[in-house]
Each structure stands twice: as C-alpha cells, then as structure tokens.
C-alpha cells in the first residue's frame, strides 16, 4: 500500500500577541497505508498540534503535509472540510458528540454533510457501529451511553464516510482501563480489516498495541520505532465481566465474523 | 447538507427551548398581528362604506335644493320640467327622481299599524337605486303615467302584512293612511330588504319601505313637487363636471344661483377611504418599529445561541461542515424564529379582527377581511426580517476556527 501522509519540515508557531510558541520544529515524518502509529511524548510535545494539523482541523506555519499525495498544507477553509469529511476519521479524547442527537444520528451526521442519501445513510450507520460492536442502545442520546460506548459512537462516525486515515488524539485518556482496552481491540481489528490508524496516547500499555511508536519531545520527534510483538486487546473482556447488554455486543461481533465468512466462501 | 436536513435540525434547535423562542418571536408576533388587525378591520371598513353607498347607487349624483338654503321660494322647487332638462343632458346614462312622503300602514292583524315612508318614483329609478326585485315587476312609466295606486314593497314588510313573502302576494292589497284617508294600492312587486341590517337593529321603530309611482304619491298630496332627481353618467371620471354642469343648468332654469346642490357618492368613496388608508399607514408605520425592535431581539438572541453552541459548532466543523452549512443552520433558524413568529402574528391578528367586528357589531356590522397579498406580506416580511438580522449571528457562526471552537467551554 503507498504513502498515506507524509510531511516535510513541518513548522508550527502559534502567536499570542507579541508572543511566539513554536509547538513544531521542522517536523519530517510519514504514514504508509496499513500502519497503526501511537504517537507519544511528553505534556506539550506538540503532539496535539500535529494531530490537528494531519486532521486538516489547523494548517502548519511552514513545511508542507501530502495526503494521498495531494499538498493539503494551504488549503482554504471549505476545501479542508471537504478533506476531513471524506477523507478523514477524527477521534477525541472527550468524545463530541452532538448531545442531542442520538448516537445513530451522530454517526449519519458527517455522512449528512457529504450529502449521502438518507436510507443508504442508515445503513452505512449501522454498518459501523456494528463494526464498533455497538447494535444496541443505538437510539440513545450521548448522555445515556457510557464512557466507552461514547467512544465507540464517535469511531464509527470517523468510519462514516470510509476515510484514508482514522486519527485519536488520547482516545483512551477519559475511559477506565477495561474501556481503554476495549477501544484498542476495535483499533486493532480496523487496523487487521485494513484502516490506517495514527493516535495519540500517554500511556505505554496502550501504545503497545500498536505497530509503530513515535516519541516527540519539545516540538521533535525524538524517536520512531517499530513495536515487534504488538499486544492483542482481550476482545470480550467485557463479557467476562458480565455486564447485562455486553453479551449482545459480543454475540454481535461474532454474527459480524460469520458474516464475513460465509462471504469470503462464496468468493472461494 | 440539503434544505430538508437543515429545517429539522434546525425546527428541533428552535422547540427545544419553546419558551425563550416564544419571547423572542413577540417583537415579530405584536407587529404583524397589529398589522394584520387593523388592515382586516380597515378592509372590512372600506366594504361596509362602499356598500353602504353602493346600495344608493355607483357613480350617482343626487341634485336636490341646496338644504342649507333657508329662503326657499316656491319656483324653486323642482317638478317635472326640471327632470326633463336633466334626462336630456348627453353624458347622462339614467335619470330618475324622488319625490317622499309619509303614511301608516295596516299589519296583518287589521289593528296594529306601523310607519312607513313612501317614496314615489320616477324614471329610471330601477336602473339606478332599485333593490333586487324578488317577485312581480317594478314601477314602470305607465304607472306614472296612469297615476296608478300600485305598490313595491319589501320582504320583510309582506311578512308583517301578509304574513308571508311569496309570489301569492302580488295582486292582494295594502291599506295605506295619508292625509287624504286610507288608500288601498295593489302589490306589484317585493324586493328584497336594502335595510335589513337597519332594521334588526332599531326593530319596529324603522319605518317600513313602500315604492309607489311618483305622479300618485304628488296627486295625494296635491303638489308637483320633486324632492330629489339622481342620475348616473357615462363616464365615473366626469362626475364632478357633471355635477357641476347639472347644478348649473337648474340655476339657469330657476334663475337663481347656487340654489341646487349635488351630492356625489365617489367623492364620499374617496374621503372615506383616504380617511383608512391614513389610519393604516399610521398604525403600520408604528407596526415596523415592532417589527424593526423585534428584529433586533431575534439578532440578539441568535448571537447568544452562536456563542453558547461554539462546541457543536466546533464539532460539525471537525467532521466536515462548510462555511456554508453552518451559516444555512443558523439562518433557517432565525427565519424559522420570525417567520414562526409571523404565522403566530397573523393569526393573532386575524382573530383580533374578528374581535374588534364583534364588539362594533352593534353599531356598523364590519366583516374583517386579510387579503391573501396581505398574508403574503406578513409572511414574507417576517422571514426576510429573519434573513436581515440572521445573516450576521450566522456569518459569525461560520467563521469560527474549528480548533477554537472545540476547545470552547
Ligand atoms: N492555541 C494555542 N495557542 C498558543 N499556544 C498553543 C496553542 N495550542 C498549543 N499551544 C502550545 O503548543 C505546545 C504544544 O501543545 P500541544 O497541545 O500540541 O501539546 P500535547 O503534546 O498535545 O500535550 P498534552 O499531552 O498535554 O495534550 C504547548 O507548549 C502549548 O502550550
Ligand atoms: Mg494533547
């Protein structure tokens, strides 16, 4: 699969007044198709800043950022939106959801924007928050989901309109442990099914589940190194905890499998 | 994002909070509903005058001696000769007069009598001030000519002296008392009631309406005397020149000046409705102020609404709302606001009118009347009110940074 991303001598400055943060210093970096990247570093690394800018939300001050091969770097206001509707998957720490839409509605929104039609709009919904193993309680506004089904809602928008790139910032910073491995085992079988995923993460147990570990200090990237034996999220975990609603959501996956299976036959 | 998505999302952001978009509708819903009711209430108005001097006849002059004349000599008064120089003026289309008199009439019970006035007719009266005939045949020339004792009278007073309106009434007869003892005259024709709205209102105290050839009501009161000659013409447009060149022509027979005097519905049209429209105009200027105060409370409140959903603003953005997504979002709320605002007005001020029609009914009976212009103006001037002060909260929702935005709290 070719280059996703890739960036040259990115510089980022951002002005308060006569005041000057520079966030990124000459940044080079890239992201092939396929590859799962946890991004780390310290608290003001500029980590935050480079997901913004490859989630075309910011543009960098100098330097230039190809997405598909395409200089993405200058673009205008609308033209961007464009890109982050089709081609971009952004996932947040603090989930933002529209509260009173329901999660259903959450994840047809982006697809709304593209202008899909409504019924094939649905479907592409509930596609993905069955790929997020989320069937039920897809009715529900954001406030009567938990913290990681929030999460779970919020990725299956970003899948919405099958992006190049899915992008986290600390998608597991707001979730409990068990949540937080939940999510990396959804990554995780995206990143299997195909999806190429960058996120951003604090916490090295995390960042072990992916394939590719990227440390930034002081607006640099410090160091970029392969993981060798990636982590396997415990799929089911939360089955094991038998939490009412969660067998559903497993059985669910498991249906998705089969499914996938008995196309994979009819190919064969 | 297309124009069905947006107005729901847009009518569910707007129901949301019903009691803060109600006070802010209000400016919207005062104006236009004043609007609407006084322009009901004017219409309905117009109407009722113009029908009131449409039943006296359209485009009419009425020529009679000047009543702020106190010293009338007997030759001044009008006959015969003076309806024959008026008939013959060539921009005259009918000519017919009056002359009035008085009597009581028997009712059905052979006791009771009421008053009636009589009018003696002439001419072309039916072409001019006639009521619709319901049965039989009006007065015609040969009845004038004869002098004969026939009678036109109305629905309402065939039920009050026949004790009923049909056409079995035509040939029976009525007992008129004059001066000159009680005359019996045979029923040609009823017509409907001109004065029915009249007459409900001051009951039996209206005297009942009998048409009878003008040469038989003057042979009863041994006189040949014309109390009023009424003419249309040809063209409504001459009617003051007529009038004038009437007046004239009379003075000229009489040998008198400024003795005739001639009475001109149009004109009374025309003060009348100048008179509304004046009104109108008031009210409407004070209602565009309303409108113009709640404009601004609408612009206010979008302001506030921009700013308090900064967040969700942020997050459409992020998943890829354009300028010009978020900017239709906020404006097809604030029309959805003024417009809503508008329909509430409207409907507040239709039934405003018909309140006011209903308490006045006991002196004019007015039918308020919204023109379907009328309720396309009230509609399109609150959303086009909803567009002007809705364009610069939605712009300022548009160009919000997307970071920024997310990171609001
Ligand atoms: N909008 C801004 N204006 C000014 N300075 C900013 C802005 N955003 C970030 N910075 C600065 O840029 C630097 C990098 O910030 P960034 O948010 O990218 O860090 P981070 O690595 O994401 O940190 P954390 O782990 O705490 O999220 C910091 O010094 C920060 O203060
Ligand atoms: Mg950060």
Redesign the interface.
Known sequence: MGVVIQIKDLVKIYKQGSLEVEALHSVNFSVEGNEFVAIMGASGSGKSTMM?IL?C??RPTKGAYFLENMDVSQLK??KL??I???KIG?V?QSF???P?LSALENVE??M????VPAGKRRQKALDALEKVGLTDRIKHKPNELSGGQRQRVAIA?ALG?APSILLADEPTGNLDSRSGEEIMGIFQTLNRDGSTIVMVTHEPDVAAHTKRIVTFKDGSILSDKPVLNPMNAIIGSQADSGEAGSDKTSSDEAEAEEANGAEGGAIA | ??LV?SLKSSL??VF?NKMRALLTMLGIIIGIASVIMIMSIGTGTQNYISSQLDSMGVGRINISVATNNRNIARGDLMTAKDYKVIAENEDIKYTAAVYSGSATLKLEDNVTTNRASLTGVYGQYKDITAPTLLYGRYIVDNDNDMATKVAVINDTTAQKVFGKSDASVIGEKIALRTNRGTQKFTVAGVTENANAAMETQYGDQFPETIIIPMVTLQRLNGTDEISQISVTVNDTNQMDAVAAALTDRLDRLHGTTGKYYAQNTSQMIETANNMISVMTGFISAIAAISLLVGGIGVMNIMLVTVTERT??I????????????IRFQFLIESVILTGLGGILGLLIGWAGGKGVATLMSATISITPIISFSAIMAAILSSCGIGILFGVFPASKAAKLD??EA?RYE
């Open positions: 913004n989630g939300l910011d206001d609308d939106a464009e982050r509707n089709r952004f947040f933002n959801l529209l009173k929104l982006p709304v924007y593209a202008g928008r309109n | 994002m297309n998505e569910k952001n949301s967040r969700e942020g997050i459409r953005k992020s998943i890829g709302a354009k300028r010009r997504d997307p970071i997310l």
